[in-house]
């Protein structure tokens, strides 16, 4: 069955680095765009990237400001979130996604989340 | 402020119908026909219940369906379930680069 692992969150200063990781199982990972989306405590969820399903092409939301960069290594089934100078408003949950078939439509299989607090 | 508005809450009995909007632009839910649905009970991953407007992904009951009306996206919940209870979120393409914008969620509360 599918699986996704997110790992990497913790607790961090404002302006520092974090990575986060998404472990692939039980589908042709290859195959498919993949999503970060985030939650950031009491309020909605909130699309973070996107990348193609080569990595050829990567896409950002507006608040993400040139910060993070989204990667995967299709060879290991891994998908990941470079996030640098984080700042406090990025406290939240981080959501590893995959969409049902093609690239815009649902997000039918997330990972479980991993946590990113941002504090001083 | 998000991208779509939805109600911050429904409620309804056991049995009962509820239906939640979710209003954006002739940009976002007027313009594409990927908008999609999730519930999320706090503490779990978000489960993607209406994808492209209408269309239920295996397994999940057809108790939930997706509608649209111009700019509003609606989500019905019928014969309604103590399980139902949760938050849902609307969603859609925005155009561009722009892959995905919510809606700030309503909370369903089963009575």
């Known amino acids: 069955q599918v699986q996704l692992v997110d790992s990497g969150g913790g607790v961090v200063q404002p302006g520092t680095s974090l990575r986060l990781s998404c472990a692939a199982s039980g589908f042709i990972f290859r195959n498919y765009a993949m999503y970060w989306v985030r939650q950031a405590p009491g309020k909605g969820l909130e699309w973070v990237a996107v990348i193609s399903y080569d990595g050829r092409n990567e896409y950002y939301a507006d608040f993400v400001e040139g910060r993070f960069t989204i990667s995967r290594d299709n060879s290991k089934n891994m998908l990941f979130l470079q996030m640098n100078n984080l700042r406090v408003e990025d406290t939240g949950f981080f959501y590893c996604?995959?969409?049902?078939?093609?690239?815009?439509?649902?997000?039918?299989?997330w990972g479980q989340g991993t946590l990113v607090t941002v504090s001083s | 402020q998000s991208a779509l508005t939805q109600p911050p809450s429904a409620s309804g009995s056991p049995g009962q119908s509820v239906t939640i909007s979710c209003t954006g632009t002739?940009?976002?839910?007027?313009?594409?026909?990927?908008v999609s649905w999730y519930q999320h009970h706090p503490g779990k991953a978000p489960k993607l219940m209406i994808y492209e407007v209408t269309r239920r992904p295996s397994g999940v009951p057809d108790r939930f369906s997706g509608s649209r009306s111009g700019n509003t996206a609606s989500l019905t919940v019928s014969g309604l379930q103590a399980e139902d209870e949760a938050d849902y979120y609307c969603?859609?393409?925005?155009?561009?680069?722009?892959?995905?914008?919510f809606g700030g969620g309503t909370k369903l509360t089963v009575l």
């Open positions: 996604a995959r969409p049902n078939y093609d690239i815009l439509t649902g997000l039918e299989y």
């Open positions: 969603s859609s393409y925005a155009g561009g680069n722009n892959f995905a914008v």
């Open positions: 002739s940009g976002d839910i007027g313009g594409y026909n990927y």
